[in-house]
């Protein structure tokens, strides 16, 4: 559990330190811009292995033993 919690905090200061300092040398747009981005990508490989453990699990489901 405290693995979990020190990424989270890692991810949460790690990524507005690096927001700030883009915002410092370009626009908010920018910032805003990246950040969806990072967001959608995520969103896309979790939609994605979601996807892709419920069809194994259900490939695995259809063997019959005779």
């Known amino acids: 559990m405290a693995s979990f919690f020190n990424s989270f905090d890692l991810g949460i200061g790690g990524g507005s330190f690096l927001l700030g300092i883009i915002a ?3 626009t908010y747009q920018t910032v805003y811009l990246i ?3 990072v ?3 995520c969103l896309v490989l979790y939609v994605g292995r979601l996807w892709a ?3 194994s699990y259900k490939r ?3 063997f019959v033993s005779e």
Do not use: L, Q, W, Y
Request: no cysteine.
């Open 60 to 62: 695995s489901s259809n």
């Open 53 to 55: 453990k419920k069809t």
């Open 24 to 26: 410092a040398a370009t």
């Open 39 to 41: 967001f959608t990508g």
């Open 35 to 37: 950040a969806s981005i």
